[in-house]
Each structure stands twice: as structure tokens, then as C-alpha cells.
């Protein structure tokens, strides 16, 4: 009797989708609003990169208290409080928002965006394995990254024409409506129970001592139990060091200064990445089944070998057009390349991490990540 297919997009599984892009959406688009606010008000566009940058120091620092809580708790309820949370948040600095206190007020904001994130990162990822199994779980990480690559193409051009047109404050009204969206499309989603009280371990006792027992168990996993977690890991967090350290200062530095192209130049290569994140998402939905294990060390060496063109063609006598367009090509191949190896990454940590420390171990991978980004950026 031929064994029946599980279906990808379940109920479950399609509500956190439509959650996703409406929060990616309101997110993107408030970002623009952000950025383009302070650039009127300062004359610098430095300054909302600054605030940004120290922004992120509560994603990283907080985010294993986020697997903590994401392995302790409900994952819907976690997800509805945090975008009911930020959409409160976003309403509340449209209200207060004018010119004399913009600086203020939007940091308050990135920051509170920042520790939310911390929380309902891990959370996302860690209910991926509860809705899906097996090559499904690919699957569904592959469209989780396919929606979060169309977001990032769409809304900003979305948040651009909007911002033209009706200015900051209603756009960041938009984006509170597409956080309140989510909230709501998340009340809808069904998950069961994270882990059994056995394997729960620590239960009772005081905040501080729940924290470190799930702290020293989830390190305890990775470090002894499964080291090919850890090596996957931090592979992931080297490639992503390489490859935003390029594709971040190394593309605008290469069209700007070295080729002497204007900022459209820019922009189309830009696009052009995003379109490539997407391909390499599909690419690795493709695959599953096919792309074996062992076989993603090919992977990696295709990130490599696509910014080798890039380097040659700097040493013909090309003309720009031509230099610009091979290596636009080179970084779009890595970029799609590093999409497929990241996917199959996260899923293999997932399918190789019990529910009870899933959440854990997708805080780490992403705190991790996000340390090596601007490492990467710097060096």
C-alpha cells in the first residue's frame, strides 16, 4: 500500500506563512519610514544606521532567554503577545513622533523592536518542527525564506511611494495594522504541549534557576550529546561571515568607487540579490530529497567558486558594463548558493534537536549569526 504524502501547507503552517508576510511587511515598511524620517531630520543617514547597529545588542544578548521561554511556554500564545506587543509599540511612538524628539523616540522604539525580536525569533523557527516533518520541514524553511526575500523586494519600493505620498506617521499606522494582522492570524494556529515533563527536566524552583538548568542542558546537547549540531552551526555562522562581509561592503565599494557607477547601479544589484535569495529558495525546496548531507560541502565550495568570475573579470580589459554585469552574476550565484546551505542547515538542527530544546538552539544559531554579520562587515 503506497504511504500518503503529508501535506506542506497545512492550516497551521499556511496561518504562520500569512502571519509572516504581514509582519515582514510592516516591518520593512516601518524600517523605510524610519530611516528616511531621520535622514529629513538629521541630514545623516549615519545616524539611523548607528541607532540600528546598537539595536541589535538586545537581539543577541537576549535571544537564549528567548529559546528559554519558547521551549517553557506556549509557542502561539508567545507569538500573539510579542506582535500584539510590537504593534503597541509602533502605536505608540507614531503618536509621540515629532521633529524635536524623532532621535529619541525612534531609538526607544529600535530597541523595544529589538528585545521583541529576541523572542519571537526563535519562536518562529522552533514551531516550524511542530507543524512539519521530514523533507516537509526543508520545505517549509524554504517558503518561510522565500516570503521573508519577497517582503524585502516588495516593501521597501511599497514603503518608498507611500512615505512620498502621505508621509511618516501614516506609514507607520500601516505597519501597526500589519503587526495587529499577524496577532490575529496567529490566535487561529493549534500546537501542543512542548515536550513531556521528563524531558522538561527542571520544572519548580525559582526564575533564575529554571534559567540556568535549561542554559547548562542546551549547552550540554550541543557540546557532548551532538557535536555535528555545533559543527553545522557555527558553519552556518562562517558562511554568513563571509558572505555579508562581501556582498554588505564589498558590492556597494566595487560599483560606487572602483567601477565610478551611480546609486541605480547600486539599487538593480541589490534587487538582483534579492531575486537570487529567492531562486536559491526555490532551488533548495528542488532539492530536498535529493541534496544529501554529505553532499553540502559542494554547496560551499559553490559559494566560493561564484565570486571567483567577479575577481577575474577585473584583470581583462572589459569594458564596465561588462564588469559590472559578470559580477552582479557572481554575487547573485553566491548568494543564491549560501540560501540553499542556509536552509538545509537550520533544517537538519531542527530535525536533529528534540522540541524540548529546540527553541534553545535556534536562539543560539541566531545569536551566533548575528555576531558574525558585522565581523564579517568589518574585516
Not at 519600493?157 to 500589519?178: D, Q, T, W
Not at 495587529?180 to 515533563?197: M, N, S
Not at 552556518?236 to 561571515?241: D, I, K, L, P
Not at 535569495?277 to 541534496?291: D, F, Q, V
Request: aromatic residues 8%; charged residues 10%; hydrophobic residues 55%.
Amino acid at each position: 500500500m503506497k504511504e500518503k504524502k503529508e501535506k506542506l501547507f497545512t492550516k497551521n503552517f499556511s496561518l504562520l506563512i500569512l502571519g509572516q508576510v504581514c509582519s515582514l511587511f510592516g516591518n520593512y515598511i516601518l524600517r523605510l519610514a524610519l530611516s528616511m524620517y531621520v535622514l529629513e531630520v538629521t541630514g545623516s543617514a549615519a545616524v539611523f544606521a548607528g541607532i540600528l547597529s546598537m539595536a541589535v545588542i538586545p537581539t543577541i544578548l537576549l535571544s537564549p532567554f528567548g529559546g528559554i521561554l519558547a521551549d517553557r511556554a506556549n509557542r502561539r500564545n508567545i507569538m500573539v503577545a510579542l506582535d500584539g506587543l510590537t504593534g503597541i509599540s509602533v502605536l505608540w511612538a507614531a503618536v509621540f513622533l515629532r521633529e524635536d524628539n524623532a532621535l529619541g523616540v525612534i531609538s526607544v522604539l529600535l530597541v523595544i523592536l529589538s528585545v521583541l525580536g529576541a523572542f519571537e525569533t526563535p519562536t518562529v523557527q522552533a514551531c516550524i518542527p511542530q507543524m512539519l516533518t521530514g523533507d516537509n520541514m526543508i520545505k517549509g524553511n524554504a517558503v518561510v525564506n522565500q516570503t521573508a526575500s519577497i517582503s524585502y523586494l516588495i516593501a521597501p519600493m511599497a514603503g518608498g511611494v507611500l512615505y512620498g505620498v502621505i508621509g511618516p506617521k501614516p506609514v507607520m499606522y500601516a505597519s501597526v495594522v500589519c503587526f495587529f494582522i499577524t496577532a490575529l492570524f496567529e490566535c487561529f494556529i493549534k500546537l501542543g504541549p512542548v515536550g513531556e515533563p521528563q524531558e522538561m527536566g527542571q520544572k519548580q524552583g525559582n526564575i533564575l534557576s529554571v534559567i540556568k538548568y535549561d542554559f547548562c542542558a542546551s549547552i550540554r546537547f550541543m557540546v557532548r550529546e551532538r557535536t555535528d549540531i555545533m559543527k553545522m552551526l557555527l558553519l552556518t555562522a562562517m558562511s554568513r561571515f563571509f558572505v555579508m562581509g562581501v556582498t554588505v561592503v564589498g558590492l556597494p565599494f566595487l560599483v560606487r568607487t572602483v567601477l565610478g557607477l551611480e546609486a541605480a547601479y547600486y539599487g538593480g544589484a541589490e534587487s538582483a540579490l534579492a531575486v537570487a535569495t529567492i531562486l536559491g529558495s526555490i532551488g533548495a525546496g528542488l532539492l530536498t530529497g535529493k541534496l544529501q548531507m554529505g553532499k553540502l560541502s559542494r554547496v560551499l565550495a559553490a559559494i566560493g567558486a561564484c565570486i571567483i568570475p567577479a575577481g577575474v573579470v577585473f584583470l581583462l580589459e572589459a569594458d564596465t558594463t561588462v564588469k559590472y554585469s559578470v559580477m552582479v552574476a557572481a554575487f547573485g550565484g553566491m548568494q543564491a548558493a549560501i540560501s540553499i546551505f542556509s536552509i538545509f542547515a537550520v533544517s537538519v538542527i531542527q530535525q536533529c534537536t528534540p522540541d524540548h530544546l529546540i527553541g534553545k538552539i535556534m536562539a543560539y544559531t541566531s545569536a551566533i549569526t548575528m555576531c558574525t554579520q558585522p565581523l564579517g562587515q568589518m574585516v
